[in-house]
Protein backbone atom coordinates (compact mmCIF):
# COMPACT_ATOMS: atom_id res chain seq x y z
CA UNK A 1 0.00 0.00 0.00
CA UNK A 2 1.28 3.80 -0.53
CA UNK A 3 2.46 5.44 2.16
CA UNK A 4 0.39 8.69 3.38
CA UNK A 5 3.41 11.17 2.36
CA UNK A 6 3.35 9.34 -1.42
CA UNK A 7 0.00 10.18 -1.67
CA UNK A 8 0.02 13.83 -0.77
CA UNK A 9 3.07 14.00 -2.85
CA UNK A 10 1.68 12.83 -5.96
CA UNK A 11 -2.00 14.54 -5.31
CA UNK A 12 -0.04 17.84 -4.93
CA UNK A 13 1.90 17.31 -8.26
CA UNK A 14 -1.10 16.41 -9.89
CA UNK A 15 -3.39 19.39 -8.66
CA UNK A 16 -5.78 16.69 -7.16
CA UNK A 17 -7.83 17.53 -4.12
CA UNK A 18 -6.15 15.45 -0.46
CA UNK A 19 -5.78 12.00 -0.77
CA UNK A 20 -8.53 9.40 0.03
CA UNK A 21 -8.37 5.58 -0.87
CA UNK A 22 -12.17 5.64 -0.41
CA UNK A 23 -14.02 4.83 -3.83
CA UNK A 24 -17.25 6.85 -4.37
CA UNK A 25 -19.65 5.07 -6.86
CA UNK A 26 -22.25 7.41 -7.96
CA UNK A 27 -21.94 9.83 -5.53
CA UNK A 28 -21.04 12.65 -7.61
CA UNK A 29 -17.58 13.22 -6.15
CA UNK A 30 -14.38 12.26 -7.80
CA UNK A 31 -11.88 10.55 -5.35
CA UNK A 32 -8.54 8.93 -6.51
CA UNK A 33 -7.81 5.74 -5.15
CA UNK A 34 -4.78 5.92 -6.90
CA UNK A 35 -5.47 2.59 -8.99
CA UNK A 36 -5.05 2.19 -13.30
CA UNK A 37 -7.32 4.80 -13.65
CA UNK A 38 -5.35 7.52 -12.11
CA UNK A 39 -2.20 6.40 -13.44
CA UNK A 40 -3.78 6.53 -16.85
CA UNK A 41 -4.55 10.35 -15.89
CA UNK A 42 -0.86 10.60 -14.47
CA UNK A 43 0.27 8.81 -17.99
CA UNK A 44 -1.92 11.71 -20.08
CA UNK A 45 -0.74 14.24 -17.77
CA UNK A 46 2.98 13.32 -18.68
CA UNK A 47 2.75 12.76 -22.40
CA UNK A 48 0.93 16.07 -22.77
CA UNK A 49 4.11 17.80 -21.33
CA UNK A 50 6.80 15.78 -22.71
CA UNK A 51 7.73 14.36 -19.88
CA UNK A 52 6.94 10.22 -20.29
CA UNK A 53 10.63 9.47 -21.44
CA UNK A 54 12.13 10.39 -18.17
CA UNK A 55 9.59 9.07 -16.44
CA UNK A 56 10.40 5.55 -18.38
CA UNK A 57 13.74 5.81 -17.32
CA UNK A 58 13.19 6.09 -13.38
CA UNK A 59 10.81 3.26 -13.95
CA UNK A 60 13.00 1.27 -15.74
CA UNK A 61 15.82 1.68 -12.90
CA UNK A 62 13.32 0.75 -10.17
CA UNK A 63 12.04 -2.37 -12.17
CA UNK A 64 15.77 -3.39 -12.86
CA UNK A 65 16.43 -2.70 -8.66
CA UNK A 66 13.28 -4.26 -7.69
CA UNK A 67 13.12 -7.46 -10.22
CA UNK A 68 16.97 -7.90 -10.15
CA UNK A 69 16.71 -7.82 -13.81
CA UNK A 70 18.80 -6.17 -16.76
CA UNK A 71 16.12 -6.83 -19.16
CA UNK A 72 13.31 -4.57 -19.42
CA UNK A 73 11.93 -5.89 -22.59
CA UNK A 74 8.05 -6.73 -22.88
CA UNK A 75 8.27 -6.99 -18.82
CA UNK A 76 8.02 -2.88 -17.61
CA UNK A 77 4.30 -2.05 -18.56
CA UNK A 78 2.95 -5.39 -16.72
CA UNK A 79 5.04 -4.51 -13.76
CA UNK A 80 4.31 -0.82 -13.75
CA UNK A 81 0.19 -2.24 -13.99
CA UNK A 82 0.60 -4.54 -11.15
CA UNK A 83 -2.41 -3.73 -8.73
CA UNK A 84 -1.70 -4.26 -4.40
CA UNK A 85 -4.58 -3.72 -2.78
CA UNK A 86 -6.74 -1.43 -5.54
CA UNK A 87 -3.77 0.32 -5.82
CA UNK A 88 -1.55 0.47 -9.03
CA UNK A 89 1.63 0.25 -6.33
CA UNK A 90 4.84 -0.09 -8.85
CA UNK A 91 3.63 2.87 -11.38
CA UNK A 92 3.10 5.23 -8.03
CA UNK A 93 5.92 4.31 -6.46
CA UNK A 94 7.67 4.66 -9.82
CA UNK A 95 5.80 8.32 -10.21
CA UNK A 96 6.60 9.44 -6.84
CA UNK A 97 10.30 8.58 -7.27
CA UNK A 98 9.93 10.65 -10.71
CA UNK A 99 8.27 13.70 -8.94
CA UNK A 100 11.31 13.75 -6.21
CA UNK A 101 14.20 13.32 -8.97
CA UNK A 102 12.82 16.32 -10.80
Known sequence: MLANEEKKVIAEKMGWEEPSTIICNNCGEVLHAFD????SLVMEELMKQGKFVSF??????MFKETMQSLSVHGKLIPW?????NGEAINFFRAYYQWV???
Open 36 to 39: LNDA
Open 80 to 84: LMTMQ
Open 100 to 102: KET
Open 56 to 61: EMVAMV
